[in-house]
């Protein structure tokens, strides 16, 4: 398994990419169906030839005539970037400290942040609801950016990625006279650069495929994505057609996103950061 | 606790701060409110409460429905958790290698969860159903295949839904440990292969302690995710049929938002809750142990 | 001592941090909850309704724009509920203590909310529209009216006239008995998987019930005695009802709603239950398959009545509503012909809750709808009782039990019945407390 060094293809690696073909396709099959079925012409059916002639690709400007949609994927987009680079900045010098630093309720946080993941939200909304009320955050983009600022996750996963890079480099910064924050920011961060891309997907995803608290807290100025999605389950039966034109808009950015931060974790790696 | 902290100890709650100022503003409130909620009588309407004590609990405790929803959770844990585990594993390790169209490949696999699963649930029900492509897909391999489709039948739902579970995690922990795996220095893989070591020990010498870490946390927050399925319950099956997809958080919602059984539904979830922590607690410790001290 | 200025310093923000979520709790109780009045001085009525779909919403926001018009110190704000998790931010609310003006609630909830009494009474309203508008039964609770019929529904039985054609020899088989249509369903000449006799529903929640109870209903049975204190199924017309739908079901295509729609459209159904959805997905999917619907059938020659099913929209005015009296005119507009006409079109709905609007030539001039409007008369409500949610869960599960697991049709009829005289008994409980 290495990168960088140049070796010949093995019969063994063809063998691999050809499963690895056959296991893909079986994958993206049923999202194959989603598109195939976005633009169908019938109400409900989810089967029909793309290059048909019948073909309804209007489903896609549907969407926008339909509703703000393009407000919708805006709002997705804003919340999603803002959380995640907040996430990526935030989560951490927290996840240093909890690694790093012994300090008086350190375990308090780091159990806290194990709680929250926990619990099954349901029986958070009813309190959530009337604290974003009354802060009269309700239907605002920060009523579902900023509690979501730093995610438990987020720390936690920083936490462990930090706890694996020997403390050596940051004795020797330490000695050159090097402050905390510089240490987190300019030292370690650097060096946990496939946790941050981690991270940075991870917390994307999350956000853009959020449902229920943006459900809850907004109705539609700061409506997102998903919460749209759940519109077209109509009184009777589901728009599927329209959902899937949606749901095909909804994924591309993010495939954009882990396609970016791909590129990212290879050009980290092979840049030498983890040379020890 | 010394009164004088070390020059570089300082500052520490500085660091942490933004968890501590977002833990503080806006999930102490909520949890307080939901434990207190599970020691009390809710009336939504009439907007009063009663303190009945452990009430709540003991009937959580005692209602069949609820083991029955919790059994359905762990099964379907133990049943996702491994596999996902062992086929992402095996994923990362085949995307690894320097292969033609690799970058293609981890976009390709990592697709399924980038996409709304309310869609991918949607999706699955027409492939599952009564000569959808996946019955048909069964049934032309020679798997037995219930008459009225897979998800309409008790004894398959819930596999049903553990499969295209399965499905969809794959790509995203295969990432995971992919990232893992690109941490390991290429001179101890070159050392090893110079000194002749087969596939399998390397495996076991090299990779496995550069995994483990990746590892550890996957399976935990796979666990709690898993021992947390809601949506596709809630899409699929609605816990049907006869209850054979009843999970414990579906439990959760019915209870609280279709009878109004706030308290009830309080309880419930902090119970599971503590059951999620032991699950996670006994496979932290299981999955660490040999490594040093973590804190 | 020597006082450290940097740990009090310390100190004191920690007590701070940890005093805020303190504070924030104390003011969340107290606070006020969403506003009476907009920026432009108008009050506020709160609106919460459920037609999400582009082209219903837009009937909806146009009756709303009248409203303001006529109205011009009102400003409505309508928050959107979905179909499936609506009642979720409904119970959210509720909860939190905070209530809209006016809300829209399902046919079977009603009940459930006037009985903890979180809904006005809107008797003098009711005995107004009493003569002009249908639906009421699932409004009235302990005999009072708390809900206006906004939408009705009811499901007919549809046909594929091919399919009969070749089946029965002709295509209108008017008036149907059960033994009828067992038998047609049954014919060999339908040839699996490319046609099937019936569509059966499969286990779904809030449906499958829809199935057994106009059966029962038709047989001359009800759920519960006339003063709603005890199950009543387990009578003859309860043990008919059932065997007829056990006996219907079997070896016939088992699927969700949506799907056994889909099948009847793509002509693969002689027969199946629907509603007036399937009518508008019928002519706007082109489909070349012939249909036609009939009231449901009659139990045996003469006996017995061709009772359906009816549900649907209600408004309501929570007790805890700002503005009762603003939000009951923003009912009446609603309500008014006009625009519950516009809400029938944009839904395709075949029964408007209004009867002058049902006596437009759009409805009885068209064969599928006349039919629909014909059977609405004939439909029956569920029971409304605060617990009938849990009823029919059970009931459900019961069919289930018989149509799944062939359990024995008595044994069914009496584990339902006692799972229903255990809800009444623990309902009684409560009551006393």
């Known amino acids: ?276 | 606790m010394s009164k004088t902290v070390p020059r570089d100890q300082r500052g520490s709650w500085l660091l942490a701060s933004p968890w501590v100022l977002i833990l503080a503003l806006f999930w102490v409130y909520p949890f307080a409110y939901a434990l207190v909620l599970s020691f009390a009588d809710f009336d939504i309407f009439a907007g009063t409460w009663r303190w009945v004590g452990l009430a709540n609990f003991a009937e959580v405790v005692s209602s069949s429905d609820f083991w029955t929803a919790v059994w359905h959770t762990i099964v379907f844990t133990v049943g996702t958790v491994p596999i996902t585990t062992a086929l992402a594993i095996l994923l990362a390790l085949a995307l690894n290698r320097r292969l033609w169209g690799r970058a293609l490949f981890r976009a390709g696999f990592f697709v399924p969860t980038l996409t709304a699963t309310v869609v991918i649930a949607l999706v699955f029900m027409q492939l599952y159903s009564q000569g959808g492509y996946l019955y048909r897909l069964a049934d032309f391999i020679g798997l037995p295949v219930p008459e009225r489709g897979f998800l309409l039948t008790e004894s398959t739902a819930l596999l049903a839904v553990m499969v295209m579970d399965i499905w969809v995690s794959i790509g995203y922990y295969a990432l995971l440990f992919l990232a893992g795996l690109q941490t390991i220095p290429s001179e101890l893989v070159e050392d090893a292969m110079m000194h002749g070591a087969s596939a399998w020990q390397r495996f076991w010498a090299i990779t496995w302690p550069y995994l483990r870490p990746t590892l550890l946390y996957a399976v935990v927050i796979n666990l709690i995710k898993s021992f947390q399925i809601f949506t596709e319950i809630f899409v699929m099956t609605q816990g049907g049929p006869l209850g054979s997809t009843t999970t414990a958080v579906y439990h959760v919602y019915v209870a609280g938002f279709e009878r109004f059984r706030l308290g009830y539904a309080s309880a419930a979830a902090f119970l599971i809750f503590a059951m999620i922590a032991v699950f996670a607690l006994v496979q932290f410790r299981l999955l660490s142990f040999g490594r040093g001290a973590e804190e | 001592m020597t006082t450290n200025p940097k740990l009090l310093l310390r100190t004191i923000l920690r007590a701070l941090l940890l005093a805020v979520p303190v504070l924030l709790a104390m003011t969340v109780g107290c606070g006020k909850k969403h506003e009476q009045i907009d920026s432009e001085g108008r009050r506020v009525i709160h609106f919460w309704q459920f037609w999400t779909d582009p082209r219903v919403k837009t009937v909806v926001v146009n009756a709303v724009e009248e409203f303001e018009k006529e109205n011009p110190l009102y400003k409505v704000e309508i928050t959107d509920l979905t179909w499936d998790n609506g009642y979720q931010k409904l119970v959210a609310a509720f909860a939190a203590g905070e209530v809209p003006d006016l809300v829209e609630l399902g046919s079977d909830w009603i009940a459930e909310f006037a009985d903890r009494g979180a809904l006005l009474q809107l008797d003098q309203e009711c005995e107004k529209m009493k003569d002009k508008y249908v639906g009421w039964p699932p409004a009235i609770w302990d005999s009072n009216c708390y809900a206006l019929p906004w939408y009705v529904a009811t499901r007919v039985f549809f046909q594929n006239d091919d399919l009969a054609a070749l089946i029965m020899g002709h295509t209108r088989p008017h008036p149907i008995t059960w033994a009828r249509l067992l038998e047609y369903a049954k014919d060999s000449r339908l040839s699996r998987p490319k046609a099937w006799g019936f569509g059966v529903n499969a286990a779904e929640p809030h449906r499958l019930y829809k199935r057994f109870l106009p059966f029962l209903w038709a047989a001359g049975g009800d759920v519960l005695t006339e003063d709603q204190t005890a199950c009543a199924m387990e009578t003859e017309a309860g043990r008919q009802a059932l065997q007829f739908i056990v006996n219907l079901s079997e070896g016939q295509y088992v699927e969700k709603q949506a799907a056994l729609d889909d099948a009847f459209i793509q002509g693969k159904l002689l027969f199946h239950f629907s509603g007036d959805w399937l009518y508008e997905k019928l002519k706007s999917s082109g489909t070349s398959t012939k249909y036609s619907a009939f009231p449901m059938p009659y139990p045996a020659p003469g006996q017995g009545t061709q009772a359906g099913f009816a549900g649907g929209e209600y408004l309501a005015i929570p007790r805890k509503a700002a503005e009762p009296v603003a939000a009951i005119n923003l009912a009446r507009t609603l309500l008014s012909a006009k625009n519950i006409f516009n809400l029938c079109i944009a839904t395709g709905a075949a029964t408007p809750a209004n009867m002058e609007v049902a006596s437009n030539s759009y409805f009885f001039d068209d064969s599928v709808r006349d039919v629909f409007i014909y059977q609405l008369n004939e439909a029956h409500s569920p029971p409304a009782h605060p617990r009938w949610l849990e009823m029919e869960d059970v009931i459900e599960k019961g069919v289930e039990k018989a149509l799944y697991e062939k359990a024995r049709v008595e044994d069914v009829l009496h584990e339902m019945c006692e799972g229903i005289n255990k809800i009444l008994a623990d309902y009684e409980k409560e009551k006393k407390k």
């Open chain 1, 1 to 276: 398994m290495s990168q960088g060094e140049h070796r010949r293809r093995t019969r063994g690696d063809w063998i691999v990419t050809a499963a690895l073909s056959v296991i893909l396709i079986g994958m993206l099959f049923p999202l194959l169906w989603m598109v195939v079925g976005s633009v169908s012409p019938h109400y409900d059916a989810a089967w029909s030839n793309p290059l048909a002639k019948d073909a309804a690709w209007s489903n896609y400007s549907d969407l926008f005539r339909a509703m703000p949609f393009g407000h919708y994927l805006w709002n997705s987009a804003v919340v999603a970037v803002v959380v995640t680079i907040g996430n990526v900045l935030l989560c951490f010098p927290v996840g240093y400290a909890l690694a790093r630093r012994r300090f008086w309720g350190r375990g308090a946080l780091h159990w806290s942040a194990v709680v929250v993941l926990m619990v099954p939200p349901y029986v958070l909304i009813v309190p959530m609801f009337a604290l974003i009320r009354q802060l009269g955050w309700y239907d605002t983009l920060g009523a579902i950016t900023i509690p979501a600022l730093v995610h438990p996750l987020g720390v936690l996963l920083v936490k462990s990625a930090v706890s694996s890079v020997p403390i050596e480099i940051e004795e020797a910064a330490r000695l050159d006279g090097a402050g905390p924050w510089r240490i987190v920011y300019q030292i370690v961060m650097p060096l946990c650069r496939p946790t941050l891309a981690v991270l940075a997907v991870q917390i994307f995803w999350l956000t853009w495929n959020s449902f229920l608290f943006p459900f809850i807290l907004t109705s539609d100025k700061a409506r997102t994505l998903p919460v749209a999605l759940a519109m077209f389950r109509g009184y009777q039966g589901v728009d599927r057609p329209h959902l899937f034109a949606a749901a095909t808009l909804a994924t591309i950015p993010v495939l954009l996103v882990f396609l970016f931060f791909q590129r990212q974790i290879i050009a980290g790696l092979t840049a030498g950061a983890v040379k020890r």
